[in-house]
């Protein structure tokens, strides 16, 4: 099987005529790539490649949000010291 020229998996099938392969790609970028398996007949699927971040976004996420918050924490601080006088 390949994609774009690049050897993506091998498989054989069974007495059906049937198969199932991982498919690995070495470089790939998001969006759809076609996977043709060459087997007397050429046979052509596509691959859907997203991106998904695990504990890294959110990681960041609340690091934005911590200090969304402790800014507005300061703010209101300020606004009360303010008021006490």
């Known amino acids: 099987m390949t994609s774009l020229g690049q ?3 091998n498989t054989t099938a069974d007495d059906n005529g049937e198969f199932k392969s991982p498919v690995k790609f070495a470089n790939i970028e998001p969006g759809r790539h ?3 398996a060459e087997c007397g007949i050429t046979l052509v699927g596509n691959v ?3 991106l998904s971040s695990s504990s890294g976004g959110t990681t960041s996420t609340l ?3 911590l200090f969304f ?5 300061a703010m209101l601080r ?6 006490r006088r």
């Open 7 to 9: 050897s993506v998996g």
């Open 34 to 36: 076609k996977v043709r």
């Open 48 to 50: 859907d490649v997203t």
């Open 63 to 65: 690091v934005v949000l």
């Open 69 to 73: 918050l402790l800014i507005g924490a």
């Open 78 to 83: 300020r606004q009360f010291t303010g008021l």
